[in-house]
């Protein structure tokens, strides 16, 4: 479907369709992402006239064979689900974790106290996303929203060389949103749908999403506001994975909950809105210099624990570095040995033999 006017709507005319772009609304995906109660909100329209435009626009994209039908047979549902892109992480372990890798049209959270490898797995994803698809990735962009300025454009560069990948390229494909506040936060994430179209975005990281609403409401009076809005921020942001078949990724901070005597007193910040609004929810924390990751909770995935470990390459394995370790000092033992066996044993010997003279007996 290549016609995403808004103007291509039946009843959508010049001066609503100025309204909507006035609005931060360029196409009919837009108005899917938003949704009619948002859609009422910015434009002033009443609520009965935006649910009848974001409707049209849904039949559009089911006519167009964006959207799935109302109405569909499992069967169809599991040849779709087979179709979804994976993106790998690079790691034999946390590939298992997610079945395959991260998964798009899905929100996943990874939550854990600092140090555990969070920020270091999303500067990981931003490069693995990048792979052609017979390696493991999707061959797509990267938009990165910043929130607590811990990108680091040299790491990329460390990880990129690692895995054998242009540095350069590389950083060319990944587009940085620095955000300063929550809303400017939620702002950035609403103009981002024109980006995601135009630069072929495969990978929307949001780190940290939680960080910034935590920071500006505090104590418990403005508990309420900072739930409303977080809870719009991250359904903005799985409406957004889904409408345009990228694979989004969030983290989150975690706090000590004091009413825990006995086991993990960590607990993630945001509460129930954000745990029944991500798709995936993987838990980090730190074991030594190795790393844990858990599977909290998925929609099919098992619950089970695997160790990675945090190198050159991002996130690894955690025997890669040992068998690299073990490879090298293996080799550099055994070839002077091989060497010398010939020149003491054989060549000496012989020598020896033959200097001796026949009547020395």
Avoid: W
């Amino acid at each position: 479907m290549e016609d995403l006017r808004l103007d291509s709507l039946p009843g959508v005319g010049p001066v609503t369709t100025k309204k909507l772009s006035d609005a931060g609304i360029h196409n009919i995906m837009d108005l899917i992402v938003r949704g009619p109660v948002e859609l009422s909100e910015i434009s002033g329209m009443d609520k009965d006239t935006s649910a009848n435009i974001v409707e049209k626009a849904r039949q559009a994209l089911v006519e167009g064979g964006l959207l799935a039908k109302d109405f569909v047979s499992a069967t169809e549902i599991y040849k779709r689900r087979q179709e979804i892109g994976k993106i790998t992480t690079g790691t034999e372990c946390l590939d298992l974790l997610l079945d395959g890798g991260l998964e798009t049209q899905g929100l996943t959270e990874i939550y854990g106290e600092f140090g555990s490898g969070k920020t270091q797995f999303c500067h990981t994803m931003c490069v693995t996303v990048q792979k052609p698809k017979e390696e493991g990735g999707l061959e797509g962009t990267v938009l990165y929203i910043d929130t607590e300025n811990t990108f680091r454009p040299e790491r990329i560069v460390s990880i990129a060389k690692a895995h054998g990948m242009d540095p350069e390229k590389t950083l060319d494909r990944i587009i940085v949103a620095r955000a300063y506040n929550s809303a400017h936060q939620t702002l950035i994430l609403e103009e981002a749908s024109q980006m995601i179209r135009e630069n072929n975005v495969k990978l929307l990281v949001v780190d940290s999403a939680v960080g910034l609403f935590r920071s500006e409401y505090l104590g418990r009076g403005t508990l309420s506001v900072r739930q409303q809005r977080l809870n719009k921020f991250v359904h903005l942001l799985v409406r957004i994975a889904e409408t345009y078949n990228c694979a989004a990724l969030a983290t989150n901070q975690v706090m000590a909950s004091p009413d825990v005597f006995f086991g993990d007193p960590t607990r993630p910040i945001g509460g129930n809105v954000v745990a029944h609004t991500s798709t995936y929810r993987i838990y980090l924390k730190k074991s030594g210099k190795k790393r844990i990751a858990r599977m909290v909770d998925s929609p099919h995935h098992p619950e089970q624990e695997v160790i990675f470990g945090l190198g050159e390459a991002g996130v690894i394995d955690p025997d890669s570095e040992t068998k690299k370790k073990t490879t090298k000092a293996t080799k550099s033992k055994a070839e002077p040995e091989v060497k010398a066996e010939p020149e003491t044993d054989s060549v000496d010997a012989d020598a020896k033999i033959e200097d001796i003279p026949e009547d020395s007996e």
